[in-house]
C-alpha cells in the first residue's frame, strides 16, 4: 500500500492505477471510499476480497459527469415524471451526498449490482474525488474503505489501519467533512423510496420533488448499498438510548462504582450527567457537527477497551437521522451476534 497526497500529480497516479485494474482508497465528502473500476470484474472482485464484503450486497458507482450517468443507468425506461425528477435531483444537489437507484444498462457487470437489475450511482462533491474519477475511467465503484459491517473511515488513517496492504494506494485528503455516507434514493417506480437515510436531509430532497415514502426496513438481501440490519458497527457492544435513559443508565453505573464510554450528542447532557469520562459529537448541538465527527469518535472509543458503548439518540431531524440509523444498526449487530 502507498500513501498518496492530493495533489493533481498524485491524483493522476491514482486515476491510472484505477485503469489499469488496481484498488484505490479515496476521499469523499462523506467518508473515504474504496475504489475500483466499475466495469472491471476483477477489480470488483478484489473489492469484494478486500472488504470481505457478501456478493449480495450491491456497490455505489461514482462519476464525475452528469453525462456518464447514462452509460450505467437507464433513466429513458422510467416514466416521464420519474424523468423529471431525476433532473431536478441531478441539476440541484449534485455533486452532492446523494445517491440515485436506477433501472441498470446491460454492460454494467451483474458483479457490482449483485445480480439486481438495478444500480446505483452518485456524483460526489469532494475536488479530489471529482478530479481522480475523471483521471480513471469515468465510473468508479467506491463502497466504503472498511472491513464489511465495521465502522466507516473518514480518514486515511483509518483506512490504513483497517485495510492495509488489501488496498494498492491511499489518497489522503485530511477528515471528511460530512462524516456520515449519502442519502440513497430508489427512483425506480413511483413513489420515490428512501433506502438510507444519509448526508443529504430527507427534508430537502421533499422541498424538490414532494413526499417520498419511508426507507425499506433494513434487510438481508438488501436492494441498495448500505440497507443490511448489521452495518457501521463497533467491535465494542453498543446500546443506543434517549437522552432521558442515558442519564438513568449513567446514574445506575455510579451507583454500581462500574465505569463505562458514554457517547453524548450534547455538552448540555454531558454536563448534566456528571460524567467526567465521555466523548461528545456536538458540542453545540447540531446535527451536522455531529455527524461530522460520529465515525471518529467511534473509532476512538473503540480502542479503549470499554466492555460496553452507551450512545444517545440524535434528534430526528435533518442529518440526525441518517445519525440515528447508523447507531441503530450498530446496535443491531451485537443483538445478531
Known amino acids: 500500500m502507498k500513501r498518496l497526497s492530493s495533489t493533481d500529480a498524485d491524483l493522476r497516479t491514482a486515476g491510472k492505477a484505477i485503469k489499469d485494474g488496481l484498488l484505490v482508497a479515496f476521499p469523499t465528502e462523506t467518508v473515504y471510499g474504496l475504489g ?15 472488504k470481505r464484503r457478501p456478493r449480495f450486497d450491491p456497490l455505489i458507482i461514482h462519476i464525475a459527469e452528469i453525462d456518464t450517468l447514462d452509460r450505467i443507468g437507464c433513466r429513458d425506461a422510467l416514466p416521464r415524471s420519474l424523468q423529471e425528477k431525476i433532473t431536478v435531483l441531478t441539476k440541484t444537489l449534485w455533486p452532492g451526498p446523494l445517491t440515485l437507484v436506477l433501472p441498470k444498462r446491460p454492460e454494467v457487470p451483474d458483479l457490482a449490482t449483485s445480480g439486481l437489475n438495478t444500480v446505483a450511482v452518485r456524483f460526489p462533491s469532494h475536488p479530489a474525488a471529482m478530479k481522480l474519477i475523471a483521471y480513471s475511467t469515468g465510473a468508479v465503484a467506491a463502497p466504503s474503505a472498511n472491513p464489511f459491517g465495521y465502522l466507516s473511515p473518514t480518514r486515511a488513517e483509518h483506512v490504513e489501519k483497517l485495510l492495509g496492504d ?48 419511508s426507507r425499506e426496513k433494513a434487510t438481508d438481501a438488501p436492494r441498495s448499498p448500505g440497507m443490511l440490519k448489521s452495518h457501521y458497527a463497533p467491535r465494542t457492544p453498543l446500546v443506543l438510548l434517549t437522552r432521558e435513559q442515558l442519564l438513568e443508565q449513567i446514574a445506575v453505573d455510579r451507583d454500581a462504582g462500574r465505569s463505562r464510554a458514554y457517547l453524548f450528542f450534547d455538552q448540555e447532557t454531558r454536563e448534566e450527567s456528571g460524567a467526567v469520562d465521555g466523548f461528545v459529537l456536538s458540542r453545540g448541538g447540531g446535527c451536522a457537527e455531529a455527524a461530522a465527527s460520529l465515525f471518529d469518535v467511534l473509532h476512538q472509543m473503540d480502542g479503549l477497551s470499554a466492555d460496553c458503548i452507551y450512545a444517545q439518540r440524535a434528534p430526528e431531524r435533518g442529518l440526525g437521522a441518517a445519525i440515528n440509523d447508523r447507531l441503530s444498526r450498530a446496535s443491531m449487530r451485537r443483538e445478531d451476534d
Open 36 to 50: 475500483g473500476d466499475g466495469f472491471n470484474r476483477s477489480a470488483l472482485a478484489r473489492i469484494f476480497q478486500a
Open 166 to 213: 488489501a488496498v494498492d494506494f491511499i489518497v489522503d485528503a485530511g477528515p471528511a467533512d460530512i462524516g456520515v455516507e449519502s442519502t440513497v434514493l430508489d427512483l425506480t417506480q413511483e413513489p420515490v423510496r428512501l433506502l438510507r437515510p444519509g448526508g443529504t436531509p430527507r427534508e430537502k430532497i421533499e422541498s424538490l420533488i414532494g413526499k417520498i415514502e
